[in-house]
């Protein structure tokens, strides 16, 4: 792995916990000399993130829609900050830039983001690992609704098991750096089977 895509929100969110994770998360990254990617903004974990890594010596490349960047969110400081159209632009380029995505705390945008790259995962249109930083609990009922879903024959627990989950940013990248992706179907029936 080269870089490390962080999904995550361009709010604070109500704890401390979430900042104080975007911090050690990038620095971990940083630390390990993998650049980090991220949606180009400089406020919120977004900033928090892309601070944190830069301090720590590592590479940060942003990704902004212009429509943000004129509303002048975007991070100025950055090692390249790319500019698209549309947030469609802006998740395709994340996923061609990276190696690996994290998501921490954020938003339907990071909701959005971290769903994407997961469900391409299933269809074997990449084989990078995805991972869930599950920072004071803020996932809890988002896992125990994914695990709904493969106990209720919508995902197959082979592709749940793709989403590395963890509390811990070094047990992530460590897992990160030893993922296989599946080799199965992302269909638990055909049509014809039912």
Known sequence: MKSICVFCG????NRDDYKKAATELS???ASRGYKLVYGGANVGLMGACADAALEAGGEVIGILPRAL??????????TELHLVDSMHERKNLMVDLSDGFISIPGG???????????????LGWHEKP???????GYYDDLIAFLGKTAKEGFVRNSHLDMMIIDTDAKRILDRMESY?????????KKDSER
């Open 69 to 78: 960047q004129d509303k002048e969110v975007g991070h100025t400081g950055l």
């Open 27 to 29: 620095r971990e990254i």
């Open 130 to 136: 995805s991972a869930l930083m599950n920072v004071a």
């Open 10 to 13: 361009s709010n604070w969110g």
């Open 108 to 122: 339907a945008g990071t909701m959005d983001e971290m769903f994407e790259v997961w469900t391409q995962g299933m």
């Open 180 to 188: 296989q992706a599946p080799t199965v179907s992302k269909w638990i």
